[in-house]
Antibody, heavy 114, light 106 residues
Framework: QVQLQESGPGLVKPSESLSLTCTVSGGSVSSGRYFWSWIRQPPGKRLEWIGCIFYSGSTHYNPSLQSRVTMSVDTSKNQFSLKLTSVTAADTAVYYC??????WGQGKLVTVSS | DIQMTQSPSSLSASVGDRVTITCQATQDINNYLNWYQHKPGKAPKLLIHDASDLETGVPSRFSGSGSGTDFTFTISSLQPEDFATYFCQQYDSLPYTFGQGTKLEI
């Protein structure tokens, strides 16, 4: 059974960068069969797909966030990561990592506030 | 981006009821549609993929149908553990997009 767990700061100041890591167990990020995604849900709003990364490092980002998003994968630690720069209050959300569509993490609330 | 309109946004029902949720896409998504169940603090659970294929281990009271732009999700007889939020997701075109969710309440 594949399990994913998000980790990182729960509070980020405006204009700074948000960084989250997803640790994968029960499966390998090096598997060429899958891609690894980040998805978020702001309070009271629908889910928003942020983007995905393949083990090779190839990425697809949501155009609405593309200028601020970077994803990376660390095969030695079986992790993948998200960095979102220049955050504002609008980036406050529960952030999920996933191996779509079957496996998702439980989510990490990140609040952007001074 | 493909927009997904899901309705209703909330639904009150009782154990044993039949409930239906709809999702409409702004363009043909070739049946590339998932339905999920989400409970607070838990990881979303995939119930149906490809619009109508039940995920392994998911009870048969859950079903999905539709094609093109219009899709339906049905629970044939509500059980106490089914009270949750349900949402659809299209994966025909990037960026993948979601419906706004349906909160199913007692």
């Amino acid at each position: 059974q594949v399990q994913l767990q998000e980790s990182g700061p729960g509070l980020v100041k405006p204009s700074e960068s948000l960084s989250l890591t997803c640790t994968v167990s029960g499966g390998s990020v090096s598997s060429g069969r899958y891609f690894w995604s980040w998805i978020r849900q702001p309070p009271g709003k629908r889910l928003e797909w942020i983007g995905c990364i393949f083990y090779s490092g190839s990425t697809h980002y949501n155009p609405s966030l593309q200028s601020r998003v970077t994803m990376s994968v660390d095969t030695s630690k079986n992790q993948f990561s998200l960095k979102l720069t220049s955050v504002t209050a609008a980036d406050t959300a529960v952030y999920y990592c996933a191996r779509e569509p079957e496996y998702w993490g439980q989510g990490k609330l990140v609040t952007v506030s001074s | 981006d493909i927009q997904m309109t899901q309705s209703p946004s909330s639904l009150s029902a009782s154990v044993g009821d039949r409930v239906t949720i709809t999702c409409q896409a702004t363009q043909d998504i070739n049946n590339y549609l998932n339905w999920y169940q989400h409970k607070p603090g838990k990881a979303p659970k995939l119930l149906i993929h490809d619009a109508s294929d039940l995920e392994t281990g998911v009870p048969s009271r859950f079903s999905g149908s539709g094609s093109g732009t219009d899709f339906t999700f049905t629970i044939s007889s509500l059980q106490p553990e089914d009270f949750a939020t349900y949402f659809c997701q299209q994966y025909d075109s990037l960026p993948y997009t979601f419906g706004q969710g349906t909160k199913l309440e007692i």
